[in-house]
């Protein structure tokens, strides 16, 4: 089966470092992705792995270990507008087309 | 920047209506997903379309179905509405890419309420 494991809430304070644990067992993997979508709004593109490894982009690094179906997202330097739920999802290639099979996502609150 | 335009932010139907979300994508992207997203259960995919005329069910398709006639258009139908289609609708749209490193892109999202 598929299934893609979350934790539902974070708590983090600002300036701090909080790390979202993603866990996975699909049949196919081609890539993972982590969207973050603030209440009411559409899921934005944070990061994307597909080789083993951390893959850095500002204050957000995502890591990823295929032998171990797990990646993380690391937020470092905590800002208030970082408060959102954060999508981790995988890519199981069908044809020419992605199909992505997102878990629950991680509602993250970031307190002054 | 990619834009995915859905046609309303909110909708409220009756029981047994047959409704129409409609989603446009400005990239020329080759694929396009219809989601629902429910407390508790994250985005599930509902159907997806590689191609104009082309459809494909996803995890959750019965009773809905897709039209894509145009490469740009993508729309979901509740054949007959019921409460249990009350949810919150996303489209993304994506381009084909060998490498896979493209991202889907979505749309801000329909929240449909069926009384």
């Known amino acids: 089966g598929q299934n893609i494991d979350q934790p539902t809430e974070m708590t983090a304070t600002e300036g701090a470092i909080v790390q979202i644990n993603c866990t996975y067992q699909?049949?196919?993997?081609?890539?993972l992705f982590w969207y973050q979508q603030h209440a009411g709004e559409a899921p934005t593109f944070l990061s994307y792995n597909v080789l083993d490894g951390l893959e850095e982009k500002g204050r957000f690094s995502s890591f990823l270990s295929r032998s171990k179906g797990y990646s993380y997202l690391l937020l470092k330097e905590l800002q208030m507008k970082d408060s959102a739920s954060y999508l981790c999802a995988v890519r199981d290639q069908w044809g020419n087309t992605d199909k992505l099979i997102f878990g629950t996502g991680t509602r993250l609150q970031v307190f002054p | 920047d990619v834009k995915v335009t859905q046609s309303s932010r909110y909708l409220v139907k009756r029981t047994g209506e047959k409704v129409f979300l409609e989603c446009v994508q400005d990239m020329d992207h080759e694929n396009m997903f219809w989601y629902r997203q429910d407390p508790g259960l994250g985005l599930r995919l509902i159907y997806f379309?590689?191609?104009?005329?082309?459809?494909e069910k996803g995890d959750i398709p019965e009773g809905y179905s897709v039209s894509r006639e145009k490469k740009e258009r993508f729309s979901l139908i509740l054949e007959s509405a019921s409460t249990n289609q009350t949810s919150m609708y996303l489209c993304a749209s994506s381009t084909v890419d060998r490498v896979g490193s493209q991202p889907q892109h979505f749309g801000d999202g329909t929240r449909l309420s069926i009384l």
């Open positions: 379309s590689y191609d104009v005329k082309m459809k």
């Open positions: 699909t049949s196919g993997f081609n890539g």
